[in-house]
């Protein structure tokens, strides 16, 4: 298993992002998907979840509103659209699939941590 997370960086307050996830190793289509953050000198927080065939995403009152999740298939990608960034935005972001197929589950606890690459960093500062 394998989640290359990508699309990082430094960004304005009030800036835009659109963060990537290449997975790998498994049968993405049948693994709901998640992404998760960590701000510095805090733990893991989820913000957003979508589940198999992209009809029901779910996100953390964080970042409502304000993030979009999305997913492909076909490519194996899933996508995080960030708009209107905030500073307490700034962590490393990592994706992350399912504990196990089809499992219907879309809050913190749900995903499992393997396979987790290096995450992407997104710092949003002026």
């Known amino acids: 298993v394998q989640l290359q997370a990508s699309g990082g960086g430094l960004v304005q307050p009030g800036g835009s992002l659109r963060l990537s996830c290449a997975a790998s190793?498994?049968?993405?289509?049948?693994?709901?998907m998640y992404w998760i953050r960590q701000a510095p000198g805090k733990g893991f927080e989820w913000i957003s979840s979508i589940n198999t065939r992209a009809s029901n995403t779910y996100y953390a009152d964080s970042v409502k509103d304000r993030f979009t999740i999305s997913r492909d298939n076909a490519e194996s990608m899933l996508y995080l659209q960030m708009s209107n960034l905030k500073p307490e935005d700034t962590a490393l972001y990592y994706c992350?699939?399912?504990?196990?197929?089809?499992?219907?589950?879309?809050?913190?606890?749900?995903?499992?941590?393997?396979?987790w690459g290096q995450g992407t960093q997104v710092t949003v500062s002026s």
């Open positions: 190793g498994f049968p993405f289509n049948l693994y709901w």
């Open positions: 992350a699939r399912g504990l196990r197929p089809q499992y219907f589950c879309s809050g913190a606890g749900c995903y499992s941590t393997v396979g």
